[in-house]
């Protein structure tokens, strides 16, 4: 038995792509990053930051292209695959790839918007954008 999953949260490092193929069908990529605190040799904190292209197929493109921009925070799952490419001047280069799955929508921007992505897309069609405009203060959090 094999099995390959992610699950990554973070943040998109620039605005999604959306496009159709030839048969219609909607993909939609971005770059994601996360990033986390670690020490270096010196001892001190550093952030390490690993960078991953993400793609989306159909409903899911289609709301992330909708919904999503540079700097959005996002929870994606998905299957990962490694990219082998040759740049400009000839140096063979690595990236990663993930085939998201699931997508949840974290945090507001702008206002607004859907939590979550996963099974059917088609409520959030039409659906009313949440708002939350109240500010957060220290009895708002639950522990």
Same mark, same amino acid.
């Given at each position: 038995?094999?099995?390959? #999953?992610?699950?990554?949260?973070?943040?998109?490092? %620039?605005?999604?792509?959306? %496009?159709?193929?030839?048969?219609?069908?909607?993909?939609?990529?971005?770059?994601?990053?996360?990033?986390?605190?670690?020490? $270096?040799?010196?001892?001190?904190?550093?952030?390490?930051?690993?960078?991953?292209?993400?793609?989306?197929?159909?409903? %899911?493109?289609?709301?992330?292209?909708r919904y999503?921009?540079?700097?959005?925070?996002?929870?994606?799952?998905? %299957?990962?695959?490694t990219?082998?490419?040759?740049?400009? $001047?000839? #140096?063979?280069?690595?990236?990663?790839?993930?085939?998201?799955?699931?997508?949840?929508?974290?945090?507001?921007?702008?206002?607004?918007?859907?939590?979550?992505?996963?099974? $059917?897309?088609?409520?959030?069609?039409?659906?009313?954008?949440?708002?939350?405009?109240?500010?957060?203060?220290?009895? $708002?959090?639950?522990?």
């Open positions: 038995m094999s099995f390959n #999953k992610i699950t990554i949260v973070g943040n998109l490092g %620039r605005d999604p792509e959306l %496009r159709y193929t030839p048969q219609g069908s909607a993909v939609c990529s971005f770059s994601m990053a996360t990033t986390e605190k670690r020490r $270096d040799k010196n001892g001190e904190m550093a952030d390490q930051t690993t960078w991953f292209k993400v793609t989306l197929w159909e409903k %899911r493109a289609e709301t992330a292209s999503l921009t540079k700097g959005s925070q996002v929870y994606i799952e998905g %299957r990962l695959r990219e082998e490419w040759t740049d400009k $001047d000839g #140096k063979t280069r690595t990236s990663l790839e993930v085939l998201a799955t699931e997508m949840q929508f974290i945090g507001t921007k702008g206002g607004g918007m859907p939590t979550s992505t996963g099974g $059917d897309d088609s409520t959030f069609d039409n659906a009313p954008m949440p708002v939350n405009n109240a500010p957060a203060g220290d009895d $708002d959090i639950p522990f």
